[in-house]
């Protein structure tokens, strides 16, 4: 038999965490081994615990949920985290997967569906509610731009307007004149993308451009 999957709730609302907790420990493959009221806490019980699956709210007082998420998975990959909080607009939810949340479900899910989560999580699947299922397929299918937020969020939009320049082949001196800036402006928003990519180059920053869709214009600069 496999062993039992060890869980740590996080939120911070109390019945709401009880009811999880009370959920979990009926289930005869988990073990809840904490809970956790804000992110801060989650963070300290993973450490010392170390369970398979945080299940982790994202609006918490101190550290929220996802800063709490990108800890604990920088700190021990090994542990999944499974998202179940009440939002689940674009920013929340492509912030927790970013962070490295396995899962996202919004509250209100039936009981059978926070199951297979946790279990699905455990296993090593990703795992999505339909409601964010759907919003996820939605950005992945739409086309992309310079001007989509979620691509490259670190940058401003500028950036990734300069960015999809240079993923298209263009140089410095054509950049300036196309967007109208000076080409000491261009040199230091270029300087700018290199050190938020963590990139050393104008070769490396065209390859994750092109690989989210940018600069795939051919001709548009000729």
Do not use: W
Not at 66 to 88: G, K, Q, S, W, Y
Not at 121 to 134: D, K, Q, S, T
Not at 136 to 165: G, H, K, M, N, W
């Amino acid at each position: 038999m496999n062993p039992a999957l060890r869980v740590l709730v996080a939120d911070d609302h109390p019945v709401f965490r009880k009811g999880l907790h009370a959920l979990l420990s009926s289930l005869p493959d988990v073990t809840v081994v904490g809970e956790a009221c804000d992110g801060d806490q989650a963070i300290r019980l993973a450490a010392e615990h170390e369970p398979d699956i945080v299940v982790m709210d994202i609006n918490m007082s101190g550290v929220d949920g996802v800063e709490a998420t990108r800890r604990i998975t920088a700190a021990r990959p090994d542990t999944a985290v499974l998202m179940l909080t009440m939002f689940d607009d674009n920013d929340s939810v492509f912030a927790a997967m970013r962070a490295g949340a396995r899962g996202y479900l919004v509250k209100g899910s039936d009981t059978d569906e926070v199951v297979r989560a946790i279990t699905a999580v455990g296993n090593g699947e990703a795992i999505f509610g339909p409601p964010v299922a759907r919003r996820i397929l939605s950005f992945l299918t739409r086309p992309l731009s310079a001007y989509d937020e979620q691509l490259f969020p670190q940058l401003s939009a500028r950036e990734r307007e300069v960015l999809d320049l240079i993923a298209a082949g263009a140089a410095n001196s054509d950049i300036a004149k196309r967007l109208f800036l000076s080409p000491k402006t261009i040199r230091n928003h270029v300087s700018s993308i290199f050190t938020k990519l963590r990139v050393a180059d104008r070769a490396q920053a065209i390859v994750q451009a092109r690989a989210a869709g940018l600069g795939r214009r051919p001709g548009d600069l000729r």
